[in-house]
Nanobody
């Protein structure tokens, strides 16, 4: 079992940057594929990005490719999401999630693949 806690959300102007962090409890963090999802009001939760257990492979949604960057530090049990060139349409609650699935990260875009979820952190981008 793992508990996930996101932080780093806030209010930023369009074009600005934010860095989200997701800290995990437990000593098996490196055994999980980690992902970030987001959910805007009235919308379904959507995949943003995933990173492999070692951090060597990543997979991005087209909507954030080139603007967002995921990384992880297994020694610190933390995954990060660096968000740049933010747009108002990036406004959402951002969730990190952990998956035990034995599958390529490109196959982890569905929320059902993930076993554990954080509580989310709000990101608001003003125009």
């Amino acid at each position: 079992q793992v508990q996930l806690v996101e932080s780093g959300g806030g209010l930023v102007q369009a074009g600005g940057s934010l860095r989200l962090s997701c800290s995990a409890s437990g000593r098996t963090f490196s055994s999980y594929i980690m992902g970030w999802f987001r959910q805007a009001p009235g919308q379904e939760r959507e995949f943003v990005v995933a990173i492999s257990r070692s951090g060597g492979r990543t997979y991005y949604a087209d909507s954030v490719k080139g603007r967002f960057a995921i990384s992880r530090d297994n020694a610190k049990n933390t995954v990060y999401l660096q968000m740049s060139s933010l747009k108002p349409e990036d406004t959402a609650v951002y969730f990190c999630a952990a998956s035990t699935a034995n599958t390529p990260v490109a196959a982890t875009t569905q929320s059902s693949v993930y076993d554990y979820w954080g509580q989310g952190t709000q990101v608001t981008v003003s125009s």
